[in-house]
């Protein structure tokens, strides 16, 4: 039996650490986009990124804690390790304590921080449970670490690209969690897009904008963007993308067992990793 987890523990890991690190991480890459190195700014810009990451993450297990008694009981929440005040009230400091991050390096950076942080209040209070809107919204803020980064420098140089992969490669990743959870969302009456339109449809949907996203991964390396050191990390995106595409095709529905969402964590960071082998060359 798994032991029962102490409230600083579960305070660490309500953030999804590894997720901030991930921001974190794209953050860095979208400053190496614009030609910079590793700068003052854009180490305190990931700092910030990763804190705003935690508090989105934060919020929206406060507002699905219900959903999540079914869907994910193990989760410091609906497990009663944490209080929602709690959770609440570090959703808040950790929000706060990014945006006076970035505002203390640029005014800019702060204004950018801080309509993250709206975005993503948008997305968890309210846009979450609506079919699709909620899916190109979070989207859109997991894509915007990059140009965070770039504008850490300022000049935004290359971020769109990475920007605009990790933008489909979130719309598709989205669409098969809503198909995952979809027995928590139906009992709370959430209005996800498998709810509205059906599981084939959202499925297919899915496998269809990650094949978009395969072949467009491509373009970087066929137009001389990047060279070859970036194909051989984007071909293991490009295998992961293919495989699930495959999966949610066939099955026209999330695959049972198959627990997309983690697995496709490894796909951002080869993704990371390519953008990074194509700048350095």
């Not at 700014?41 to 508090?55: K, M, R, V, Y």
């Not at 846009?127 to 000049?155: D, I």
């Not at 139906?186 to 499925?203: F, K």
Request: hydrophobic letters at 55%; one cysteine or more.
């Amino acid at each position: 039996m798994t032991p029962p987890l102490h409230p600083l523990p579960a305070l660490f890991l309500l953030p999804r650490p590894l997720n901030c690190l991930i921001t974190a991480l794209s953050v860095g890459v979208g400053a190496l986009t614009a030609g910079q190195g590793a700068t003052p700014i854009s180490w305190w810009a990931a700092l910030a990124a990763a804190l705003i990451a935690g508090a989105g993450n934060t919020l929206n297990d406060v507002a699905d804690l219900e959903i999540d008694r079914i869907n994910r009981p193990d989760r410091p929440l609906p497990a009663g390790y944490l209080s929602r005040s709690t959770a609440l009230l570090l959703s808040l400091a950790l929000a706060l304590t990014g945006v006076a991050i970035a505002l203390w390096q640029s005014p800019t950076l702060g204004l950018f921080a801080a309509l993250v942080v709206l975005g993503l209040a948008l997305y968890d209070l309210w846009l979450k449970r609506t079919p699709l809107w909620g899916n190109l919204l979070v989207s859109a803020l997991a894509s915007s670490a990059f140009l965070f980064g770039a504008l850490s420098t300022g000049n935004l140089g290359r971020s769109w690209v990475p920007a605009a992969f990790a933008f489909l490669f979130h719309l598709g990743r989205e669409i098969a969690k809503d198909l995952e959870d979809l027995e928590g969302d139906r009992a709370q009456g959430t209005r996800t897009l498998p709810l509205s339109a059906g599981e084939a449809l959202s499925a297919r949907l899915a496998a269809g904008v990650f094949l978009l996203l395969a072949l467009l991964t491509w373009w970087p390396w066929l137009t001389g963007v990047y060279g070859w050191p970036y194909l051989l990390p984007v071909l293991g995106v490009d295998l992961l993308l293919l495989w699930t595409a495959r999966r949610l095709w066939r099955e026209r529905a999330a695959p049972p067992q198959a627990r997309l969402g983690p697995r496709l964590k490894w796909g951002m960071l080869l993704g990371l990793l390519a953008v990074v082998a194509g700048e350095l060359a």
